[in-house]
């Protein structure tokens, strides 16, 4: 999703977006108000930060700035695997090497994230998943690297 998408998003959800100097942080969100750091240059950048500040919106109860709380941690989690799945996906991964994407160069760009952005979620996917996940006739390996394989029927 670009970011002109994610806007529109959280304009049909009443969501108040704004770029604004918030020193530390990439995005921050607080009740119905979402600010972007204005010193994000790339679109790609911000939608990945909007990405992860819309996951709060959908999955976060309170205030979980206190990342000493295993409560807080897990909505953290939550919020951003949210944010991941949105922008990249198993599926978004498995199109990206049905694309031809062969490395995470290609692949960021194919799905519109960043770099750091992608390796995060594969982060993410391989504490949730392990070392791989089947889905449809494919397989997605998090180790060594990124590699997708998909089945063949005998």
Same mark, same amino acid.
């Given at each position: 999703?670009?970011?002109?998408?994610? @806007? &529109?998003? $959280?304009?049909?959800?009443?969501?108040?977006? !704004?770029?604004? +100097?918030? *020193?530390?942080? +990439?995005?921050?969100?607080?009740? +119905?108000?979402? #600010?972007?750091?204005?010193?994000?240059?790339?679109?790609?950048?911000? $939608?990945?930060? @909007? $990405?992860?500040? &819309?996951?709060?919106?959908?999955?976060?109860?309170?205030?979980?700035?206190?990342?000493?709380?295993?409560? +807080?941690?897990?909505?953290?989690?939550?919020?951003?695997?949210?944010?991941?799945?949105?922008?990249?996906?198993?599926?978004?991964?498995?199109?990206?090497?049905?694309?031809?994407?062969?490395?995470?160069?290609?692949? #960021?760009?194919?799905?519109?994230?960043?770099?750091?952005?992608?390796?995060?979620?594969?982060?993410?996917? !391989?504490?949730?998943?392990?070392?791989?996940?089947?889905?449809?006739?494919?397989?997605?390996?998090?180790? *060594?690297?990124? $590699?997708? @394989?998909?089945?063949?029927?005998?």
């Amino acid at each position: 999703m670009t970011y002109e998408d994610l @806007l &529109l998003e $959280a304009d049909s959800e009443k969501l108040i977006v !704004r770029e604004k +100097n918030i *020193p530390g942080y +990439n995005g921050r969100i607080y009740k +119905n108000r979402i #600010a972007i750091n204005k010193d994000i240059k790339t679109s790609t950048e911000k $939608a990945c930060v @909007l $990405a992860e500040e &819309l996951g709060h919106y959908y999955t976060t109860a309170g205030d979980i700035l206190d990342q000493s709380d295993a409560g +807080n941690r897990k909505q953290e989690f939550r919020a951003r695997l949210h944010g991941y799945n949105r922008m990249v996906g198993l599926m978004g991964i498995i199109r990206s090497y049905e694309h031809g994407c062969r490395n995470l160069y290609e692949t #960021a760009e194919y799905l519109e994230v960043t770099e750091a952005f992608l390796q995060e979620a594969l982060s993410a996917y !391989r504490s949730k998943y392990g070392i791989y996940k089947e889905l449809d006739n494919y397989v997605i390996f998090f180790e *060594p690297q990124l $590699a997708v @394989l998909k089945k063949f029927e005998d």
